[in-house]
């Protein structure tokens, strides 16, 4: 199931650090798919995304 744009924010604010792949686990969805969630989110500015090691981080901004 692809999560709404309310219920991704949510998941991202209720941890410190959201990385695609806990975002990919929690939903049961592929990483592609969450990079195209979070593409959008930072075109809208409700979030931005910085590359910690090898791992992207999802931050709200």
Do not use: H, Q, W
Request: net charge positive.
């Amino acid at each position: 199931m692809i999560p709404k744009e309310e219920e991704l924010i949510a998941f991202v604010k209720a941890r410190e650090l959201a990385n695609y792949s806990d975002i990919a686990k929690y939903f049961d969805i592929n990483n592609s798919t969450v990079s195209d969630l979070i593409n959008d989110l930072v075109k809208k500015k409700k979030v931005r995304v910085r590359k910690i090691g090898g791992s992207k981080v999802v931050l709200l901004k």
